[in-house]
């Protein structure tokens, strides 16, 4: 491979390193709020897990929905 | 003898013009702000009473700055605090967002999708952001626990291990912890920097490389010059981004102030200081920074 497109290649690399490293801290919060609403309470409070929660609910959703004009 | 409207000369007309773009902001002021503003300082020199029918006004001239200055225990460190923590983050932001907008504006697979993910945060609002931040409790029962690949304060202790100065290493770690709030606060500086770089015309780096400019030369000598003008904007804007940010510890203050402290006396008296650091701020901005600026016409 040319030097040139050699280089090429690892700006693309390190571009798309940077862009998705700054692009997951922007929607960092986002993801953490979607995570959450999906949970059941007892996984809120339940350290052992982080990211997916392990009863899946729409519980959150219809109690917001229930409460939209309480 | 036919009457003719007066003619202007191209300057009148130009500033005529720019006059007119103004207007909104200069009716707005008029219609909402400027008796609020004018208020605020009477406010300011006055001690304020609520009374059944409203409010009484005593006359106490620079008492209230007087307290605010040397008698509030807290004023003094947050505002010293918040000035340092501004004039810290305005050149790494800039920086920051001229250097995303560099990165945004190359072509690559995935383009549209960056921009509007680098766009998010001024969509969400920065104060909707804050609240959701603050409502993620399930963070900080995280943070409690620690996980992730390797625990912070292991880190920390590993790195002063090194025989690495503490300050420099307690340096990193707020860099760290800044980069988030830096990353979001960025997204309309980004915006006019990307922008101002798809207005440089591509002629001129074509004359620029055939007349054998290295991209170096051509990112001082183009680049920089045609983006100088909207520099200048966004240090303004970035100052005054940061000057009504919801999680501005001075505004904070500033109304516990009014409310639960020492009135609302000393309370406008605290804004009018903020009020003229940044006041004072903006004119050095333009004193030094527009200096440089190049205008192209």
Request: charged share 10%.
């Given at each position: 491979?040319r030097?040139?497109?050699m280089?090429?290649r690892l700006?693309?690399?390190t571009?798309?390193?940077?862009?998705?490293?700054i692009g997951?801290?922007?929607?960092?919060?986002?993801l953490?709020?979607?995570s959450?609403?999906?949970m059941?309470?007892?996984?809120m409070?339940?350290?052992?897990v982080?990211?997916?929660?392990?009863?899946?609910?729409?519980?959150?959703f219809r109690?917001?929905?229930e409460m939209?004009?309480? | 003898?036919?009457?003719?409207?007066p003619?202007?000369?191209?300057r009148?007309?130009?500033?005529?013009?720019g006059?007119?773009?103004?207007?909104p902001?200069?009716?707005?002021?008029?219609a909402?702000?400027?008796?609020?503003?004018?208020?605020s300082?009477?406010?300011?020199?006055?001690?304020?009473?609520?009374?059944?029918?409203?409010?009484e006004?005593d006359?106490?001239?620079f008492?209230?700055?007087?307290?605010?200055?040397?008698?509030d225990?807290r004023?003094?460190?947050?505002f010293?605090?918040t000035?340092?923590?501004m004039l810290?983050q305005?050149?790494?932001?800039?920086i920051?967002?001229f250097?995303?907008?560099?990165?945004?504006n190359?072509?690559f697979p995935?383009?549209?999708l960056a921009r509007v993910?680098?766009?998010?945060?001024?969509?969400?609002g920065?104060e909707?952001?804050?609240k959701?931040?603050?409502?993620?409790?399930?963070?900080?029962?995280?943070s409690?626990?620690e996980s992730?690949?390797?625990p912070?304060?292991?880190?920390q202790?590993?790195l002063?291990n090194?025989k690495?100065?503490l300050?420099?290493v307690?340096?990193?770690?707020e860099?760290?912890?800044?980069?988030p709030?830096?990353?979001?606060?960025s997204?309309i500086?980004?915006?006019?920097?990307?922008a101002a770089?798809?207005?440089?015309p591509?002629?001129?780096?074509?004359?620029a490389?055939?007349?054998?400019?290295?991209s170096?030369?051509a990112f001082w000598?183009?680049?920089f010059p045609m983006i100088?003008?909207?520099?200048?904007v966004?240090?303004?804007?970035?100052?005054?981004?940061s000057?009504?940010?919801?999680?501005?510890?001075?505004?904070?203050?500033i109304?516990?102030?009014?409310w639960s402290?020492a009135?609302f006396?000393?309370?406008t008296?605290m804004?009018?200081?903020y009020?003229l650091l940044?006041?004072?701020?903006?004119v050095?901005?333009f004193?030094?920074?527009s200096?440089?600026?190049?205008?192209?016409?």
């Open positions: 491979m030097p040139e497109r280089a090429a700006w693309g690399f571009r798309f390193v940077l862009i998705t490293g997951f801290i922007i929607l960092y919060p986002l953490r709020q979607l959450a609403a999906l059941h309470p007892e996984d409070y339940d350290l052992t982080n990211w997916i929660p392990r009863t899946f609910t729409t519980l959150n109690v917001a929905w939209r004009n309480a | 003898m036919m009457r003719r409207p003619r202007l000369s191209m009148a007309q130009k500033s005529l013009l006059l007119l773009f103004t207007l902001f200069i009716l707005g002021f008029g909402f702000l400027a008796y609020p503003f004018v208020q300082i009477i406010f300011s020199l006055s001690k304020l009473t609520i009374v059944p029918t409203g409010y006004l006359f106490v001239g008492e209230n700055y007087r307290h605010a200055l040397f008698v225990p004023f003094r460190q947050v010293a605090e000035a340092v923590t810290t305005i050149p790494v932001i800039l920051f967002s250097f995303a907008a560099n990165l945004l190359q072509k995935g383009r549209a993910i680098f766009f998010l945060p001024v969509v969400m920065a909707i952001t804050l959701m931040q603050q409502a993620d409790y399930m963070q900080q029962a995280m409690l626990s992730g690949l390797i912070l304060s292991v880190l202790s590993f002063v090194l690495l100065p300050g420099f307690n340096f990193i770690f860099a760290v912890n800044a980069v709030v830096i990353i979001r606060s997204g500086q980004i915006l006019i920097f990307l770089l798809q207005s440089i591509g002629s001129l780096y074509e004359a490389h055939m007349e054998g400019a290295t170096w030369e000598k183009i680049t100088s003008p909207l520099l200048l966004n240090v303004v804007y970035t100052i005054v981004d000057f009504t940010a919801p999680d501005n510890v001075l505004l904070d203050l109304k516990d102030t009014a402290g009135g006396g000393v309370s008296a804004s009018w200081i009020f940044i006041i004072g701020l903006l050095l901005t004193v030094f920074v200096r440089g600026v190049h205008y192209e016409t």
